[in-house]
């Protein structure tokens, strides 16, 4: 497995991956047009990868046949990890680890880093809540993203 930069033809591949977890956002919402659509002040989907590919803030974990196993994107100038997902037919905790990783070797250690998280208690994000844990994530808040209720988890500098 390795990590690579996201580009435009990995969209695609990004949104199939963002699909998988759209079971978990319909237990919580029951209309997904804001989720994907964006609303004041959030931008489209679309818009958004762009934009993270376009910053180089988007990475994505494949294996020696360059097939996807998940993807994290980051906000450099924000500190903060703002989409994290892994395959469904992946094995969760070794991808996770690596998109981790990841994230925290390029966004700023002296700075605390959050990141939102879907309230649901389906296994598969009761698994992202232990793995942000124990990378030193704590619960902050409860919060909206995109018309979506989330957990604000918060990591503190220096962890």
């Known amino acids: 497995m390795r990590i690579k930069n996201v580009c435009l033809s990995d969209i695609p591949v990004w949104i199939s991956l963002s699909k998988e977890y759209d079971t978990y956002v319909r237990d919580i919402v029951s209309d997904l047009t804001e989720w994907y659509e964006g609303g004041e002040p959030s931008i489209s989907f679309d818009s958004y990868m762009k934009a993270k590919i376009d910053k180089n803030e988007a990475f994505m974990v494949t294996d020696e046949d360059e097939n996807c196993h998940g993807i994290i994107a980051v906000s ?16 969760f905790a070794k991808t996770g680890d690596y998109l981790l990783d990841h994230a ?3 966004l700023d250690k002296n700075a605390a880093i959050t990141a939102n998280i879907l309230k649901s208690n389906a296994d598969h994000i009761q698994k992202q809540y232990a793995l942000f844990n124990e990378y030193g994530f704590v619960f902050s ?15 503190n500098p220096k962890q």
């Open 76 to 91: 450099k100038a924000n500190h903060r990890i703002t989409f994290f997902a892994v395959s469904h037919k992946s094995n």
């Open 104 to 106: 925290l070797s390029v």
């Open 141 to 155: 808040f409860d919060g909206l993203e995109n018309g979506t209720p989330v957990s604000c988890m918060e990591r």
